[in-house]
């Protein structure tokens, strides 16, 4: 699933009348981008969630077949928030594990590895979170990684806190259909909290990403993923 419904209110003027998933950076929609990256792990359905100007979103993307994938649409009168999104979604998803991405982020995080992860996890976990190291924008971090585990606060025991990071979760995690389960369809709903009661209940694994991530949360921000895809290219 990726995550399309935001209103993108740092990005104004830019989103005035277009959706930010549809802002280009390297000729190419960071929706598409992302598009591109889940075909090249080898997935083919994909859901989309939309709100505000979610009909140039449809427009553009179609049924995924430009991008070799099969695209469906979940459309929210405005947006959910996260969890949300997702709970409105799920009869989309399917009853099995699935990974949500932002759609305003950019990165070469290994899907084909949480693709894996989903496999293998335990049946007690209800989520996979992919953090990174702290941008200037977030110099705190979000979550606690321990151990392959994921808290917040920082893990009490003093073996946990030798090992632990606090970092900036990046948007991306693998997600189990329970951890939604309290959430009612069609009303908004923040993610953080649902993910804190599962860490507290040590349901909660996690992952450190150490190569490219950019959250691209305002124009100057655009500006450079653009610069930075223009000199690779």
């Not at 449809?58 to 979940?74: K, M, N, P, T």
Request: proline share 6%; hydrophobic share 40%; charged share 15%.
């Amino acid at each position: 699933m990726v995550l399309c419904a935001g209103r993108g209110e740092r990005m104004r003027p830019l989103t005035d009348h277009c959706p930010k998933p549809l802002l280009q950076a390297g000729g190419l929609s960071l929706l598409g981008h992302i598009l591109q990256r889940i075909h090249a792990a080898g997935l083919r359905r994909v859901v989309i969630n939309h709100a505000y100007l979610g009909a140039q979103i449809e427009q553009a993307i179609g049924d995924g077949s430009g991008f070799g994938l099969s695209v469906r649409y979940s459309a929210e009168a405005t947006a959910l928030e996260t969890a949300g999104g997702i709970a409105t979604a799920l009869p989309l998803l399917g009853p099995g594990r699935f990974i949500v991405i932002n759609g305003d982020t950019w990165s070469d995080i290994d899907l084909v590895a949480l693709v894996q992860h989903s496999r293998q996890a335990s049946t007690e976990e209800l989520a996979h979170l992919v953090l990174v190291d702290n941008p200037t924008h977030n110099p705190n971090g979000d979550f606690w990684l321990a151990g392959g585990q994921v808290s917040s606060p920082m893990p009490s025991t003093q073996t946990a806190q030798a090992d632990a990071r606090c970092l900036t979760f990046s948007g991306t995690g693998v997600y189990h259909p329970a951890l939604f389960q309290h959430t009612a369809p069609g009303q908004a709903a923040p993610l953080a909290p649902l993910l804190r009661q599962a860490m507290a209940e040590q349901r909660v694994s996690g992952r450190q990403h150490a190569g490219q991530w950019r959250d691209i949360g305002t124009p100057q921000r655009l500006a450079e993923l653009d610069q930075y895809l223009q000199t690779r290219a």
